[in-house]
């Protein structure tokens, strides 16, 4: 399988290079060059197939012959099993035809897990193979950090860097990462805020020259093609479970960079049928804004209850519009180019391919809350913001009430308790066990000051050997 540039000028990747890149030369994102497409028999022939058994069946073709099949099936094996749930992806009915698929079973309560469990394994895997090492280095103001860093855990020829902003994480979000005390995991506390560490971040993948020679610095937030592959599988795994691939569904995806609901929109070019996918935002609406008026155009950041979809602009939706556009890179370099200085729209056809398929909805934190308090009056069920949103968007934007509709459930309620306890007489839930002594672990990070040389001479003179 090849990879290629959404800007149309960098050089096509096989699965291993693109693993190891971060942004194409050119600035574009890697996205494959074809996908495979399953006829509706071929599906149904996967159902009842467990869940890392599925995710073999859907990785293969892209993983390719970069890895051996039976290397590949204990790769995937192995970043599932520690998942606390044996259907690892479980469905919760909410109501008729109404579903949400709790995807925070992982180490870290989040659905980053599915991708970052098996990177963290397939990076190191190749990097064996090679006898080479790496540097990641990534900024979080949340979930991406944590997620990461237990995915590199084990990982013998990663070191992994991770910048989040002083004092300004919350305490659940800050000793998830911090407690986790292998040698080649750091984590550095910046005295500044998260715009800053993301500019470190960038700044050094613009100029490595400060890392040996030796070491390659990668990517791991969801530039990187293989969390989006990751990602595919659980579409299929919901399908399934709901008399897919004979009966469409439907899915609600609350999103940010666009990454999670882009792998839902591969799955269905790959032959899945969905009636409908729907862009649940909060109020970092850009997405909304461009589904509603064909007009790209952005906004300050906001706060909201929600943190880990508060974003300007969304990274991926890069990928769709490649498609939207019919592949044409030039086209996608120039919009790229103008939303830097302008509004941009896409030509009325492209835009309505996009709608063809596309909903979306923008939820403020007070309607968050109250479906927090509206899904568990009904229910008894407790949400967490993020899903919160997907819910409320699935409601307002369903189609079709025949078709079952399912939300992806991005977060376990008790890592975002202050929603949760807005939503009145709700009693928040407890950390799950293996999590619920984290308070009285002990915790090891380096405060540094807002200053690339110190970030870089520190990170230099801590790398394993
Ligand atoms: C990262 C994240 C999202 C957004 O996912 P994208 O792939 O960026 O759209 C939503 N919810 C939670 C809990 C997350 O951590």
């Known amino acids: 399988m090849r990879y290629i540039s959404t800007r149309g000028k960098a050089p096509a990747l096989n699965f291993e290079e693109v693993m190891l890149t971060g942004l194409a030369e050119d600035g574009g994102l890697y996205v494959p060059e074809n996908l495979p497409v399953y006829s509706k028999e071929q599906i149904a022939a996967w159902a009842g197939l467990s869940y890392p058994e599925l995710a073999y069946e859907i990785v293969q073709p892209f993983v390719d012959d970069a890895i051996p099949a039976s290397d590949l099936k204990e790769i995937i094996h192995d970043s599932y099993k520690d998942f606390r749930h044996s259907a690892v992806a479980p469905l919760v009915q909410l109501d008729r035809n109404e579903w949400v698929m709790e995807l925070f079973r992982g180490p870290t309560l989040a659905f980053k897990d599915f991708a970052l469990q098996l990177l963290g394994r397939l990076l190191d895997y190749v990097l064996e193979r090679r006898h080479e090492k790496v540097v990641i280095m990534g900024a979080t103001s949340g979930d991406t950090g ?21 004092q300004r994480v919350s305490d659940v979000q800050r000793k998830q ?16 805020n998260f715009d800053d560490c993301q500019q470190m971040v960038k700044d050094s993948f613009g100029d490595k020259s400060f890392l040996p020679s ?6 791991v937030n969801s530039i990187n093609w293989a969390r989006i592959m990751a990602q595919i599988v659980y579409y299929f795994y919901a399908a399934l ?23 839902g929109y591969l799955a269905r070019k790959m032959g899945l049928p969905v009636e409908q996918f729907i862009i649940a935002t909060n109020t970092n609406d850009i997405l909304h804004r461009f589904m509603s008026q064909n007009r790209y155009s952005m906004h300050e950041l906001e706060h909201t209850l929600s943190p880990s979809m508060d974003i300007m602009m969304s990274s991926n939706f890069e990928r769709l519009l490649f498609d939207l556009c019919d ?21 009325d056809q492209a835009f309505a391919k996009a709608r063809a398929l596309f909903d979306s909805y923008s939820v403020d934190d007070t309607v968050t ?3 927090i308090a509206q899904i568990y009056k009904e229910t008894e069920y407790v949400l967490d913001p993020h899903s919160a949103v997907g819910v409320k968007a699935a409601r307002e934007c369903r189609r079709n009430m025949q078709t079952p509709m399912i939300t992806l459930s991005t977060a376990h309620p008790a ?26 672990r002990e915790e090891r990070y380096q405060v540094l000051p807002k200053e690339l040389s110190s970030i870089q001479s520190y990170m230099v003179n801590s790398l394993s050997a």
């Open 241 to 263: 479970a709901l008399g897919g691939p004979h009966r469409p569904v439907a899915f609600s995806v609350p999103t940010g960079n666009f990454g999670d609901i882009f792998a």
């Open 214 to 219: 030796d070491r390659k610095l990668v990517a």
């Open 146 to 166: 944590s997620a990461a860093i237990e995915g590199c855990r084990r990982c013998k020829n990663i070191d992994i860097y991770i910048l989040h902003p002083h």
């Open 177 to 192: 990462m911090t407690t986790v005390l292998a040698d080649n995991i750091h984590n550095l506390a910046v005295q500044g």
């Open 415 to 440: 890592k975002f308790p202050e929603a949760v306890l807005k939503a009145g007489d709700i009693q928040t839930p407890a950390l799950p066990h293996h999590m619920a002594d984290l308070f009285e």
């Open 327 to 347: 592949r044409d890179g030039a086209v996608i370099a120039d919009f790229m180019e103008r939303i830097k200085t302008e509004d941009v729209s896409i030509s």
């Open 369 to 371: 809350v109250q479906t």
